[in-house]
């Protein structure tokens, strides 16, 4: 991973990005939240965003996920800039999960169930592929035997 801000590079330890953040800045008003941001990511990376409430971690995903139009610079996956003015976001969106703090599971569904939804329901995965995976995501983050628990 590759994380510069500005002028300063934190860390640095990967060859061909998955995720690429190039010099993004995003303003809000004359709030500027990233300025000049970059941020490699490959793949099988896990990765935190830690900073204080208002530094800009949520901006940074809602970018990556192109639910926020950056101001300047570019986002590229594999490569391939994503966030060229124009060009339609649900591609994109189609490939990144994210899941937020306030991450909203919803209350009728287990966690499996709710796992499973997008994957049916966006991208057109078997029911079968859909719990495989969900089993196999649970599985790495720990969270096995949380399959079949309600919210």
């Known amino acids: 991973m590759t994380v510069n801000v500005g002028s300063g590079v934190v860390a640095s330890t990967s060859s061909t990005p998955k995720i ?3 010099g993004v800045t995003k303003a809000f008003g004359d709030n500027v939240v990233l300025r000049d941001f970059s ?4 793949a099988g990376e896990v990765v935190s965003l830690i900073g204080a409430s208002g530094s800009g971690k949520t901006t940074v995903l809602r970018c990556i996920n192109l639910l926020e139009q950056i101001d300047d610079g570019a986002v590229l996956l594999d490569g391939d800039e994503v966030s060229a003015v124009g060009r339609d976001p649900n591609p994109v ?3 990144i999960g994210i899941v937020f703090q306030s991450f909203n599971l919803f209350p009728h ?3 499996a169930r709710n796992i499973t939804l997008s994957l049916t329901e966006v991208l057109g995965q078997s029911g079968d592929a859909a719990r495989q995976r969900a089993s196999e995501l649970l599985a790495r983050f720990g969270l096995a035997e949380k399959a079949d628990v309600y919210p």
């Open 93 to 95: 969106r189609r490939r």
């Open 39 to 42: 941020l490699d990511v490959s």
């Open 109 to 111: 569904m287990s966690v």
């Open 20 to 22: 690429s953040l190039r």
